[in-house]
């Protein structure tokens, strides 16, 4: 039997300084997208002709999210945008453990989605600062 998880009953929250907010009508949430940066240290000594590589620094990429538009939702988003301080967020999945994805970073696009035969939506990318970390469980604090 697979332990495959279904996207549905997934949380998105972010910390408003006493308490986890869950956003609202979230469609669909992609990310985080850690990569690592690389240094090329090949030498006229390597050897088989290949390049060599050493790990330097890690990214913690972004989270991209869609949602419908509610106004309050909207202002939320808008509100971190307009901020310079780094804001807390966490992804729960519906799993038996409640995976718990938390990071920190700061909204870098909100921008609304208007088609007529469409419903209203606007998306959200926020860039990760620092290492995401997950937990089991959901925790009452930062």
Do not use: C
């Not at 700061?106 to 998306?123: G, N, W, Y």
């Amino acid at each position: 039997m697979s332990d495959a998880v279904a996207g549905v009953g997934t949380l998105f929250g972010r910390w408003n300084g006493s308490e986890w907010e869950n956003l609202v009508e979230v469609l669909t949430i992609n990310g985080p997208t850690p990569s690592k940066e690389v240094i090329d240290v090949t030498s006229l000594d390597s050897t088989g002709g290949y390049r060599e590589f050493i790990g330097s620094f890690k990214d913690g990429g972004t989270v991209q999210l869609s949602l419908n538009f509610t106004r309050a939702m909207f202002e939320m988003m808008k509100e971190d945008f307009e901020s310079d301080e780094l804001g807390t967020y966490r992804v729960v999945l519906p799993d038996a453990e409640n995976s718990t994805l938390i990071f920190d970073g700061l909204v870098m696009e909100h921008p609304l989605a208007i088609s007529a035969d469409k419903q209203v939506t606007f998306d959200v990318s926020i860039k990760v600062s620092g290492e995401p970390v997950l937990e089991s469980g959901t925790s009452s604090g930062v």
